[in-house]
């Protein structure tokens, strides 16, 4: 079974600019997640899909972060305009349903300089 | 909201001794929960949950209790082995709210 598929895994970019993160969750998983691991602390939640719904976002930048899920399948993740303090891994995450296993990808590392 | 914290930063252990990982959970709401094992560059990996229906599972060398009393819950690893070096998280979840809430992680160092 193919797990979390994330890309791109790396990325720098300078502070202003936009970048974009996009997530393919397991096979019939309807739940995915967006959490942020900042280097030396556990994931934080940034935003919870079930299906094509926001299930929760209320820790989510939405001045400057947005997340689709359009069709309930794939996710992009998006910084406009990025600060210095958004460097950090953005793991994507999925589950069979809320309550469920979540399963990790591998995580998509931003640098903001 | 609900907090969730690893009693140590780092754990440094001999190759072949056993090893207990602890955790402590704050809403009492809680009743899933999930421990995780991060090697470095990598996402975490998922060892093994339990419910809270449950006070012991074990799996492969890993064997997670739970206590619902004082809130807290532990990992414990037989024969260590290097591979095993990582950081370790614990996630509890409230079915109230289905929200995933992580600790801090604790570094796990396996000394050959």
């Known amino acids: 079974e193919a797990g979390v598929a994330q890309s791109p895994r790396y990325k720098i970019i300078e502070k202003r600019q936009s970048v974009a993160f996009w997530c393919n969750p397991i096979?019939?998983?309807?739940?995915l997640y967006w959490y942020q691991q900042i280097l030396g602390q556990g994931p934080k939640l940034l935003i919870q899909?079930?299906?094509?719904?926001?299930?929760?976002d209320s820790q989510l930048p939405k001045d400057r972060f947005s997340a689709e899920r359009l069709k309930g399948v794939d996710s992009t993740l998006k910084i406009q305009p990025a600060k210095l303090e958004d460097s950090a891994v953005y793991l994507c995450?999925?589950?069979?349903?809320?309550?469920?296993?979540?399963?990790f990808g591998e995580g998509s590392w931003l640098t903001v300089v | 909201g609900e907090s969730v914290g690893l009693h140590l930063p780092t754990l440094s252990v001999q190759e072949g001794d056993n090893s207990i990982i602890n955790c402590a959970y704050s809403?009492?709401?809680?009743?899933?929960f999930i421990w995780y094992k991060q090697e470095s560059g990598k996402g975490p990996q998922f060892i093994i949950d339990?419910?809270?229906?449950?006070d012991k599972r074990q799996g492969q060398r890993v064997t997670v209790l739970l206590n619902k009393t004082v809130k807290h819950l532990s990992l414990q690893i037989a024969a260590t082995q290097p591979g095993d070096s990582a950081v370790y998280f614990c996630?509890?979840?409230?079915?109230?709210?289905?929200?995933?809430?992580f600790g801090r992680g604790t570094s796990l160092i396996v000394h050959p």
């Open positions: 995450a999925s589950s069979f349903y809320r309550g469920n296993t979540i399963y």
């Open positions: 096979s019939g998983h309807a739940t």
């Open positions: 899909f079930q299906n094509n719904g926001v299930v929760d």
């Open positions: 809403n009492s709401a809680s009743d899933y």
């Open positions: 339990i419910r809270s229906n449950m």
């Open positions: 996630a509890a979840i409230s079915g109230g709210s289905y929200i995933p809430t």
